[in-house]
């Protein structure tokens, strides 16, 4: 059975630090913005964490297929989507995704991004 789900509520509009633990997390997109998971060792960001390099892999649920889809992070490479979903390259807004962190890590979020 489906439905129409509204939500509400408000962006952040200011930077702000949010703690990750170690294994999978479920997050929002903190931003009204999409933004572009970097390849060929630019720089992480959207995803800014301190220890850096710490999300190992992004999940995110696509009800189109009933399935998760996957993009990975390689050091000093950048972002990797698997091969059965290569359009995972980006955060979108509304959007909920789970993050594989390796340790405890803060996200340092820029919702204007």
Do not use: H, M
């Amino acid at each position: 059975r489906s439905c129409n789900l509204s939500l509400v509520g408000e962006v952040p509009t200011i930077n702000f630090t949010k703690p990750l633990t170690q294994d999978w997390n479920l997050v929002g997109w903190y931003s009204p913005n999409s933004s572009t998971l970097p390849i060929n060792g630019d720089d992480p960001y959207p995803i800014t964490v301190t220890p850096s390099n710490s999300v190992v892999a992004i999940n995110k649920y696509n009800s189109s297929t009933d399935a998760f889809e996957v993009t990975v992070y390689y050091d000093n490479w950048g972002w990797w989507p698997s091969f059965n979903n290569p359009a995972f390259t980006s955060l979108e807004q509304s959007v909920g995704y789970y993050f594989d962190v390796n340790q405890e890590v803060n996200w340092f979020i820029d919702p204007n991004t």
